[in-house]
Structure formats: structure tokens, C-alpha cells
Nanobody, 128 residues
Framework: QVQLVESGGGLVQAGGSLRLSCAASGLTVSNSDIGWFRQAPGKEREFVAAIGWNGGVTYYADSVKGRFTISRDNAKNTVYLQMDSLKPEDTAEYYC?????????????????????WGQGTQVTVSS
């Protein structure tokens, strides 16, 4: 049974940093594509970042490019989202997700419907 557990959220001032963790069980992050999404109140869930199993290719939403970094620690079977220079508009519930095996990461990484397994989310609040 696949489980993804996010942690590391919290309250931070604008300009600050947080590191989110996505601890996986039932799958191996080194063999799985992993994505991060977020959902702000009253808004749709949106793509944030993703890392591919094959070569560790990464993708970012334009709104976070240059500020967020996705990485993985194979030994800990965990994927991280380092968030720097945080802005109030980054306030949201953050989710990590994994797809079933198969499919083109390059084409599908930002599509929410491609991901089958989801964590419960962790809240990030950025104050101005």
C-alpha cells in the first residue's frame, strides 16, 4: 500500500524559507516520479514542482522557478521541496503525489489527473 506523508509546513514571514518533506512507503522514490501541488483557499489545486525517476529531471511552475527546489534522498525514501524567498501568495496546503508506473513524465508531470497517490497535505502560511 502506497503512503505519502508530508511534513514541514508552518507559519513563516515573507522572505523566509521552509523545507517540506514527503516521506514515501510502498514505493521507492528513486523509481518513481514525484510531484508537489498546492491549493490555496477558494482556488484550484495547482502544480508546483516535480522530479522524475529517470535522471532526476525537474520541472517547476513559473511562479516558483528560482525560489523552490525539489530533490530526493533515496536512502530516506523522501522527496523534499525547499522553499526560499517565500511570498504571501505561496500560502496554501501543499501536497505530494505519485503516479502509477508508466506514462511520460515530460508530458504529464504537471497534470493533476496523472497522479494516483496523494498525501494528506501540509499547510504553509506566509505572512506579509
Amino acid at each position: 500500500q502506497v503512503q505519502l506523508v508530508e511534513s514541514g509546513g508552518g507559519l513563516v514571514q515573507a522572505g523566509g524559507s521552509l523545507r517540506l518533506s514527503c516521506a514515501a512507503s510502498g514505493l521507492t522514490v528513486s523509481n518513481s516520479d514525484i510531484g508537489w501541488f498546492r491549493q490555496a483557499p477558494g482556488k484550484e489545486r495547482e502544480f508546483v514542482a516535480a522530479i522524475g525517476w529517470n535522471g532526476g529531471v525537474t520541472y517547476y511552475a513559473d511562479s516558483v522557478k528560482g525560489r523552490f527546489t525539489i530533490s530526493r534522498d533515496n536512502a530516506k525514501n523522501t522527496v523534499y521541496l525547499q522553499m526560499d524567498s517565500l511570498k504571501p501568495e505561496d500560502t496554501a496546503e501543499y501536497y505530494c503525489a505519485a503516479p502509477m508506473q508508466g506514462g511520460s513524465f515530460d508530458y504529464l508531470h504537471a497534470k493533476m489527473e496523472w497522479y494516483v497517490f496523494w498525501g494528506q497535505g501540509t499547510q504553509v502560511t506566509v505572512s506579509s
